[in-house]
């Protein structure tokens, strides 16, 4: 594959053609594809997910391949031409710069910004020669969502949501208080007053983010720690706790030869997670981490508090909105590519967030989340 955007590669100039049939799995048989779809011309390939791009050299439209089964291959509407293709990714390509006709963009943040950034990016999307005619399945212009297919939706509804917040003052990001309020509702975010912020805290600026945005008191990936007025304890104050909780003993039975890490009193309990995770804070850096209950491993993932509450914003708006614009597709065709693009979009801002890890045993959180397709996270 020739050097292309950071969505899309196409094959080399030259190159020699393949067909779609000669991608098919070797443990499968290619007699059981589809004629139509081993006939496309393969002429590049999705970056995030390895995934085969096709062109019907009849129609000059372009397809996005999915193919595990080949009894069962697709192929979902991508581009109306090859040239319509380039223009595509260059689109999203300056979005991403901020450059060309997103260059305005360029250090503005906000509601507002988001909104107008998302409107902006769809009007560029739909600039190509659609159609009004069926691209299969019954699916086309009319029927999309935004005017457009599942891919370019996507891209279009969550790559703005970085323009959420600005550059920080001690923290990497600056997001507004009423983008929590806004996604989770006024009574839904808990800020503190300063007598609620243990001595431990030390880090200003993460003391100040709590008090003036705060963290939402529920969320699809998250749930704030004690009562609304309670004060927040530190794991040392919350292991000893709960490990004298009748209802919570039998956890710490068989790990009492593993005590919560040495530095336990400088950390801080945030909340826990659906995943049986608890989010915690070192209250002398501002690093969030997530610990099993038992505090006995930290592991990183977020860079600090303003790129957690972020990912908890971005979280919460796609479940507002994923139904809306049918992000996922039919039988969740699309999934792991709301996942792929979450995770950029947040990385963006945040990589510590999205790392790869080749730590088999390190659970990072993001992409874990995001990629749950079974438990359906998204």
């Known amino acids: 594959m020739g050097q292309g955007s950071a969505l899309v590669a196409l094959c080399a100039a030259g190159a020699v053609v393949r067909r779609a049939v000669e991608f098919v799995p070797d443990k499968f048989d290619p007699a059981g594809l589809d004629p139509y779809i081993a006939g496309l011309d393969v002429v590049g390939q999705f970056l995030p997910l390895e995934q085969e791009v096709v062109r019907d050299p009849g129609s000059d439209r372009v397809y996005l391949l999915d193919m595990y089964d080949p009894r069962h291959a697709e192929v979902h509407p991508l581009a109306p031409s090859?040239?319509?293709?380039?223009?595509?990714?260059?689109?999203?390509?300056?979005?991403?710069?901020?450059?060309?006709?997103?260059?305005?963009?360029?250090?503005?943040?906000?509601?507002?910004?988001?909104?107008?950034?998302?409107?902006?990016?769809?009007?560029?999307?739909?600039?190509?020669?659609?159609?009004?005619?069926?691209?299969?399945?019954?699916?086309?212009?009319?029927?999309?969502?935004?005017?457009?297919?599942?891919?370019?939706?996507?891209?279009?509804?969550?790559?703005?949501?970085?323009?959420?917040?600005?550059?920080?003052?001690?923290?990497?990001?600056?997001?507004?208080?009423r983008a929590l309020d806004d996604v989770f509702g006024p009574d839904g975010v808990r800020r503190f007053t300063p007598d609620e912020l243990p001595s431990a805290l030390v880090h200003e600026p993460t003391r100040r983010f709590l008090v003036e945005v705060g963290l939402p008191k529920e969320a699809p990936s998250f749930s704030a720690a004690g009562s609304p007025d309670a004060p927040l304890r530190t794991l040392a104050e919350d292991h000893a706790e709960s490990a004298r909780d009748p209802e919570l003993r039998h956890l710490y039975?068989?790990?009492?030869?593993?005590?919560?890490?040495?530095?336990?009193?400088?950390?801080?309990?945030?909340?826990?997670?659906?995943?049986?995770?608890?989010?915690?804070?070192?209250?002398?850096?501002?690093?969030?981490?997530?610990?099993?209950?038992?505090?006995?491993?930290?592991?990183?993932?977020?860079?600090?508090?303003?790129?957690?509450?972020?990912?908890?914003?971005?979280?919460?708006?796609?479940?507002?909105?994923?139904?809306?614009?049918?992000?996922?597709?039919?039988?969740?065709?699309?999934?792991?590519?709301?996942?792929?693009?979450?995770?950029?979009?947040?990385?963006?801002?945040?990589?510590?967030?999205?790392?790869?890890?080749?730590?088999?045993?390190?659970?990072v959180y993001w992409p874990e989340v995001f990629h749950d397709t079974a438990g359906g996270a998204l």
């Open 82 to 177: 090859m040239e319509s293709l380039r223009r595509l990714v260059g689109t999203v390509a300056d979005f991403d710069g901020r450059c060309g006709r997103f260059a305005d963009l360029a250090g503005r943040a906000g509601p507002e910004v988001v909104r107008e950034a998302r409107e902006r990016l769809v009007s560029g999307l739909r600039e190509e020669a659609w159609g009004a005619q069926d691209w299969g399945a019954g699916s086309g212009p009319e029927r999309w969502p935004l005017g457009l297919p599942n891919l370019w939706r996507i891209v279009a509804v969550v790559k703005p949501l970085a323009l959420i917040a600005a550059p920080g003052r001690g923290l990497l990001l600056d997001l507004p208080a």
């Open 253 to 363: 039975e068989d790990v009492a030869d593993r005590p919560p890490v040495a530095d336990a009193d400088q950390w801080l309990y945030l909340g826990s997670t659906p995943q049986d995770v608890d989010v915690v804070l070192d209250g002398r850096t501002g690093a969030v981490h997530h610990a099993p209950c038992t505090y006995d491993r930290l592991t990183p993932m977020n860079a600090d508090i303003s790129t957690l509450a972020l990912a908890l914003w971005m979280h919460g708006v796609e479940r507002d909105v994923v139904e809306r614009y049918d992000l996922k597709g039919r039988a969740d065709d699309f999934y792991v590519h709301l996942a792929e693009i979450m995770l950029t979009t947040l990385a963006a801002c945040d990589p510590e967030a999205c790392r790869e890890s080749d730590d088999l045993d390190e659970y």
